[in-house]
Protein backbone atom coordinates (compact mmCIF):
# COMPACT_ATOMS: atom_id res chain seq x y z
CA UNK A 1 0.00 0.00 0.00
CA UNK A 2 1.30 3.91 -1.26
CA UNK A 3 0.81 7.17 0.19
CA UNK A 4 0.34 10.03 -1.82
CA UNK A 5 2.02 13.80 -1.05
CA UNK A 6 2.92 16.74 -2.73
CA UNK A 7 5.85 17.49 -0.16
CA UNK A 8 9.20 18.26 -1.67
CA UNK A 9 11.21 15.58 0.12
CA UNK A 10 10.90 11.53 -0.74
CA UNK A 11 10.89 9.59 2.54
CA UNK A 12 12.16 6.20 3.23
CA UNK A 13 11.22 4.31 6.14
CA UNK A 14 14.10 2.93 8.60
CA UNK A 15 12.46 -0.87 8.19
CA UNK A 16 13.28 -0.17 4.17
CA UNK A 17 16.17 -2.00 4.99
CA UNK A 18 13.92 -5.22 5.83
CA UNK A 19 16.32 -6.83 7.97
CA UNK A 20 14.03 -6.64 11.20
CA UNK A 21 15.23 -6.42 14.22
CA UNK A 22 12.32 -9.01 15.60
CA UNK A 23 13.40 -12.85 16.25
CA UNK A 24 14.34 -14.51 13.47
CA UNK A 25 15.03 -18.65 13.45
CA UNK A 26 16.76 -19.58 10.39
CA UNK A 27 19.92 -20.74 12.50
CA UNK A 28 20.19 -24.26 13.98
CA UNK A 29 21.86 -24.29 17.24
CA UNK A 30 23.70 -28.39 18.05
CA UNK A 31 25.74 -29.58 20.59
CA UNK A 32 27.91 -33.01 20.38
CA UNK A 33 30.35 -34.61 22.92
CA UNK A 34 34.13 -35.03 21.57
CA UNK A 35 36.18 -38.16 22.56
CA UNK A 36 37.18 -35.66 25.66
CA UNK A 37 33.73 -35.17 26.60
CA UNK A 38 33.49 -31.95 26.40
CA UNK A 39 29.71 -30.51 24.59
CA UNK A 40 30.94 -28.70 21.76
CA UNK A 41 28.45 -25.88 20.52
CA UNK A 42 28.06 -25.48 16.59
CA UNK A 43 25.37 -23.05 14.47
CA UNK A 44 23.85 -24.09 10.95
CA UNK A 45 22.88 -22.04 8.42
CA UNK A 46 21.80 -22.72 5.35
CA UNK A 47 20.36 -19.80 3.92
CA UNK A 48 22.37 -17.22 1.70
CA UNK A 49 22.45 -14.58 4.33
CA UNK A 50 24.62 -13.96 7.46
CA UNK A 51 23.52 -13.64 10.96
CA UNK A 52 24.57 -12.64 14.06
CA UNK A 53 24.00 -14.55 17.46
CA UNK A 54 23.93 -14.27 20.83
CA UNK A 55 23.57 -17.45 23.11
CA UNK A 56 23.14 -17.23 26.75
CA UNK A 57 23.82 -19.98 29.27
CA UNK A 58 20.66 -20.25 31.48
CA UNK A 59 22.36 -23.05 33.39
CA UNK A 60 25.77 -24.21 34.21
CA UNK A 61 26.93 -26.60 36.26
CA UNK A 62 30.09 -28.86 36.77
CA UNK A 63 31.54 -26.65 33.37
CA UNK A 64 33.46 -24.11 32.08
CA UNK A 65 33.28 -22.60 28.92
CA UNK A 66 36.41 -21.96 26.38
CA UNK A 67 35.28 -18.08 25.06
CA UNK A 68 33.46 -15.31 27.11
CA UNK A 69 29.42 -15.87 27.99
CA UNK A 70 27.24 -14.62 26.64
CA UNK A 71 28.95 -15.94 23.40
CA UNK A 72 28.10 -13.67 20.31
CA UNK A 73 29.82 -14.02 16.99
CA UNK A 74 28.62 -13.94 13.14
CA UNK A 75 27.32 -17.12 11.20
CA UNK A 76 27.51 -17.32 7.68
CA UNK A 77 26.57 -20.16 5.25
CA UNK A 78 27.28 -23.66 6.66
CA UNK A 79 28.23 -25.14 9.84
CA UNK A 80 30.48 -23.11 12.36
CA UNK A 81 31.87 -24.10 15.60
CA UNK A 82 31.01 -21.63 18.42
CA UNK A 83 32.47 -22.44 21.76
CA UNK A 84 32.68 -25.75 24.17
CA UNK A 85 31.90 -26.57 27.38
CA UNK A 86 34.52 -28.41 29.21
CA UNK A 87 33.75 -30.66 32.47
CA UNK A 88 35.59 -29.30 35.64
CA UNK A 89 35.45 -32.96 37.12
CA UNK A 90 33.25 -32.19 39.91
CA UNK A 91 30.57 -33.97 38.16
CA UNK A 92 30.91 -36.42 35.39
CA UNK A 93 28.29 -34.85 32.34
CA UNK A 94 27.31 -31.48 34.18
CA UNK A 95 24.64 -29.98 33.34
CA UNK A 96 23.22 -26.92 31.25
CA UNK A 97 20.68 -25.16 29.18
CA UNK A 98 20.52 -21.97 27.32
CA UNK A 99 18.72 -19.83 24.96
CA UNK A 100 19.87 -17.76 22.16
CA UNK A 101 18.42 -15.21 19.69
CA UNK A 102 19.90 -14.25 15.88
CA UNK A 103 19.38 -11.19 13.73
CA UNK A 104 19.80 -10.84 10.05
CA UNK A 105 23.39 -9.18 9.39
CA UNK A 106 26.95 -9.54 9.71
CA UNK A 107 27.32 -7.11 13.18
CA UNK A 108 30.46 -4.83 13.41
CA UNK A 109 31.87 -5.50 10.02
CA UNK A 110 35.85 -4.30 8.84
CA UNK A 111 34.15 -1.34 6.77
CA UNK A 112 36.57 -1.11 3.45
CA UNK A 113 36.69 3.04 3.28
CA UNK A 114 39.17 3.74 0.28
CA UNK A 115 35.96 2.05 -2.21
CA UNK A 116 34.76 4.43 -4.72
CA UNK A 117 30.92 3.40 -6.00
CA UNK A 118 29.69 3.75 -9.11
CA UNK A 119 26.50 5.77 -10.46
CA UNK A 120 24.53 3.50 -10.54
CA UNK A 121 23.52 4.55 -14.22
CA UNK A 122 24.92 3.89 -17.94
CA UNK A 123 28.75 5.38 -17.79
CA UNK A 124 28.73 8.52 -19.40
CA UNK A 125 25.15 9.08 -18.30
CA UNK A 126 24.51 12.79 -16.61
CA UNK A 127 21.77 12.04 -13.68
CA UNK A 128 20.46 14.11 -11.05
CA UNK A 129 20.54 13.32 -7.25
CA UNK A 130 17.17 13.30 -5.50
CA UNK A 131 17.14 13.95 -1.66
CA UNK A 132 15.73 11.16 0.79
CA UNK A 133 14.74 11.66 3.93
CA UNK A 134 13.84 8.97 6.33
CA UNK A 135 9.96 8.60 7.08
CA UNK A 136 10.48 8.85 10.82
CA UNK A 137 11.37 12.23 10.30
CA UNK A 138 7.54 13.04 9.65
CA UNK A 139 5.46 10.44 10.45
CA UNK A 140 7.35 8.21 13.07
CA UNK A 141 7.04 8.21 17.01
CA UNK A 142 10.74 7.60 16.78
CA UNK A 143 13.67 9.86 16.21
CA UNK A 144 15.35 8.63 13.38
CA UNK A 145 19.13 7.50 13.46
CA UNK A 146 21.18 10.42 13.11
CA UNK A 147 23.56 8.50 10.28
CA UNK A 148 20.94 8.21 8.09
CA UNK A 149 21.61 8.26 4.35
CA UNK A 150 20.00 7.61 0.82
CA UNK A 151 20.12 8.74 -2.39
CA UNK A 152 17.81 8.48 -5.84
CA UNK A 153 18.85 9.61 -9.11
CA UNK A 154 16.31 10.89 -11.48
CA UNK A 155 16.46 8.34 -14.42
CA UNK A 156 14.09 7.30 -18.02
CA UNK A 157 11.57 4.91 -18.81
CA UNK A 158 13.99 1.77 -19.89
CA UNK A 159 17.17 2.93 -18.80
CA UNK A 160 19.12 0.04 -16.61
CA UNK A 161 20.75 -0.25 -13.42
CA UNK A 162 23.65 -1.09 -12.34
CA UNK A 163 25.78 -2.37 -9.95
CA UNK A 164 27.35 0.37 -8.15
CA UNK A 165 30.67 -1.86 -6.11
CA UNK A 166 31.15 -5.42 -6.68
CA UNK A 167 29.40 -8.62 -4.50
CA UNK A 168 26.57 -10.89 -4.15
CA UNK A 169 22.67 -11.06 -4.69
CA UNK A 170 21.47 -11.84 -1.17
CA UNK A 171 17.37 -10.80 -1.77
CA UNK A 172 15.35 -10.00 -4.25
CA UNK A 173 11.88 -8.36 -4.19
CA UNK A 174 9.94 -8.85 -7.19
CA UNK A 175 5.90 -7.95 -8.43
CA UNK A 176 5.67 -5.40 -6.05
CA UNK A 177 4.85 -1.99 -6.08
CA UNK A 178 1.50 0.31 -6.09
CA UNK A 179 -0.92 1.30 -8.78
CA UNK A 180 -1.56 4.88 -6.99
CA UNK A 181 -0.62 7.83 -8.56
CA UNK A 182 1.97 10.49 -7.28
CA UNK A 183 4.03 8.16 -4.55
CA UNK A 184 6.40 9.30 -2.78
CA UNK A 185 6.74 6.13 -0.57
CA UNK A 186 5.80 2.37 -1.01
CA UNK A 187 6.63 -0.36 1.24
CA UNK A 188 5.95 -2.67 -1.65
CA UNK A 189 8.63 -1.51 -3.72
CA UNK A 190 11.10 -4.26 -5.92
CA UNK A 191 14.71 -4.50 -5.08
CA UNK A 192 17.22 -6.33 -4.75
CA UNK A 193 20.05 -6.17 -1.99
CA UNK A 194 23.57 -6.90 -2.24
CA UNK A 195 26.27 -8.18 0.44
CA UNK A 196 29.80 -6.83 -0.45
CA UNK A 197 32.94 -8.03 0.29
CA UNK A 198 32.96 -6.11 3.38
CA UNK A 199 29.79 -7.36 4.71
CA UNK A 200 28.00 -3.94 4.10
CA UNK A 201 24.70 -4.32 2.29
CA UNK A 202 23.63 -2.41 -0.94
CA UNK A 203 19.76 -2.06 -0.96
CA UNK A 204 18.59 -0.67 -4.90
CA UNK A 205 15.07 0.13 -4.75
CA UNK A 206 12.23 1.15 -6.88
CA UNK A 207 12.95 -0.81 -9.76
CA UNK A 208 10.42 -2.33 -12.72
CA UNK A 209 8.67 -5.23 -12.31
CA UNK A 210 10.25 -8.39 -13.95
CA UNK A 211 13.08 -6.58 -14.85
CA UNK A 212 15.48 -8.25 -13.00
CA UNK A 213 19.28 -9.75 -14.97
CA UNK A 214 19.91 -11.43 -11.65
CA UNK A 215 19.36 -13.78 -9.53
CA UNK A 216 20.04 -14.90 -5.70
CA UNK A 217 23.80 -16.16 -5.07
CA UNK A 218 25.03 -13.97 -8.55
CA UNK A 219 27.96 -12.57 -8.06
CA UNK A 220 28.14 -9.67 -9.38
CA UNK A 221 31.04 -7.01 -10.96
CA UNK A 222 30.98 -2.97 -10.51
CA UNK A 223 29.20 -2.60 -13.69
CA UNK A 224 26.67 -4.66 -14.21
CA UNK A 225 23.67 -4.15 -15.41
CA UNK A 226 21.16 -5.85 -12.38
CA UNK A 227 17.15 -4.50 -13.58
CA UNK A 228 15.90 -1.36 -15.07
CA UNK A 229 14.59 1.33 -13.06
CA UNK A 230 10.89 1.43 -11.81
CA UNK A 231 8.98 4.29 -10.32
CA UNK A 232 6.70 6.00 -13.47
CA UNK A 233 3.43 6.71 -10.86
CA UNK A 234 5.93 8.13 -8.28
CA UNK A 235 6.30 12.11 -7.91
CA UNK A 236 9.24 12.19 -8.76
CA UNK A 237 9.30 10.19 -11.85
CA UNK A 238 11.40 6.80 -13.37
CA UNK A 239 14.57 6.36 -10.61
CA UNK A 240 16.61 4.52 -8.57
CA UNK A 241 17.00 4.13 -4.65
CA UNK A 242 20.61 3.49 -2.81
CA UNK A 243 20.91 2.94 0.44
CA UNK A 244 24.31 1.59 1.97
CA UNK A 245 24.29 0.08 5.61
CA UNK A 246 25.81 -2.53 8.18
CA UNK A 247 24.75 -4.07 11.17
CA UNK A 248 25.88 -2.69 14.66
CA UNK A 249 26.02 -4.91 17.90
CA UNK A 250 26.73 -3.11 21.43
CA UNK A 251 26.45 -6.17 24.05
CA UNK A 252 26.82 -3.01 26.46
CA UNK A 253 23.42 -1.89 25.77
CA UNK A 254 20.26 -3.81 27.08
CA UNK A 255 18.63 -6.98 24.80
CA UNK A 256 16.35 -4.43 23.24
CA UNK A 257 18.89 -1.38 22.06
CA UNK A 258 21.81 -4.04 21.14
CA UNK A 259 21.16 -3.80 17.33
CA UNK A 260 20.92 -0.95 14.95
CA UNK A 261 22.00 0.31 11.50
CA UNK A 262 24.83 2.03 10.73
CA UNK A 263 24.26 3.96 7.45
CA UNK A 264 27.49 4.29 5.07
CA UNK A 265 27.84 7.79 2.86
CA UNK A 266 30.16 6.81 0.07
CA UNK A 267 32.07 8.45 -2.71
CA UNK A 268 30.73 8.08 -5.97
CA UNK A 269 33.62 8.41 -8.85
CA UNK A 270 32.26 11.31 -11.35
CA UNK A 271 33.40 12.03 -14.74
CA UNK A 272 34.60 15.62 -14.00
CA UNK A 273 34.92 16.13 -9.93
CA UNK A 274 36.77 12.82 -9.05
CA UNK A 275 35.41 10.72 -6.19
CA UNK A 276 33.33 12.80 -4.43
CA UNK A 277 29.93 12.69 -1.95
CA UNK A 278 27.06 13.36 -3.87
CA UNK A 279 24.97 16.93 -3.36
CA UNK A 280 21.20 16.40 -2.89
CA UNK A 281 19.86 17.92 -6.33
CA UNK A 282 23.06 18.37 -8.57
CA UNK A 283 24.30 16.48 -11.44
CA UNK A 284 26.69 14.34 -11.86
CA UNK A 285 28.27 12.46 -15.03
CA UNK A 286 28.87 8.40 -14.41
CA UNK A 287 32.20 7.39 -14.51
CA UNK A 288 32.90 3.37 -15.04
CA UNK A 289 36.28 2.64 -15.91
CA UNK A 290 38.12 -0.76 -15.62
CA UNK A 291 40.10 0.72 -13.17
CA UNK A 292 37.02 1.09 -10.87
CA UNK A 293 35.97 -1.78 -11.84
CA UNK A 294 38.50 -3.98 -10.39
CA UNK A 295 39.62 -2.17 -7.80
CA UNK A 296 37.93 -4.84 -5.46
CA UNK A 297 39.87 -7.71 -7.59
CA UNK A 298 42.06 -10.29 -5.85
CA UNK A 299 46.00 -10.59 -6.53
CA UNK A 300 45.11 -13.34 -8.31
CA UNK A 301 42.59 -12.31 -10.35
CA UNK A 302 43.99 -9.28 -11.38
CA UNK A 303 47.08 -11.69 -12.81
CA UNK A 304 44.76 -14.08 -14.32
CA UNK A 305 43.11 -11.39 -16.05
CA UNK A 306 46.74 -9.96 -17.20
CA UNK A 307 47.55 -13.25 -18.88
CA UNK A 308 44.26 -13.41 -20.83
CA UNK A 309 45.41 -9.87 -22.00
CA UNK A 310 48.38 -10.95 -23.38
CA UNK A 311 47.19 -14.14 -24.88
Known amino acids: MGFSTRHLFFFLLLISAT ?18 GNVVFYAQNNSSRNYHIVLTMT ?22 RLFKLIPDGLIDQGDWDYRWTSYEGFANPKIKEDVAYLIPVKSGDTVKTLGLQNLKDTYGDEKAPADFYAVGFKMNDGDKV ?25 KNSNSILIRHRDNSLARYSVLKNNSFMVEVGAEVEAGDAIALAGGENYTAGTHVRLMIYYLSFDKSKNEGTR ?26 TSLHTEALIIQEWTKRELKKKGKKKKK
Open 19 to 36: ISFAQVRPIKITSERDSN
Open 59 to 80: KLMSLRCDCQLPYEGNVGLGKK
Open 162 to 186: FAARRGTVVEIKNGGGSSDRNLSYS
Open 259 to 284: YSWVYIKPSFATESKGNIQLDDGEAY
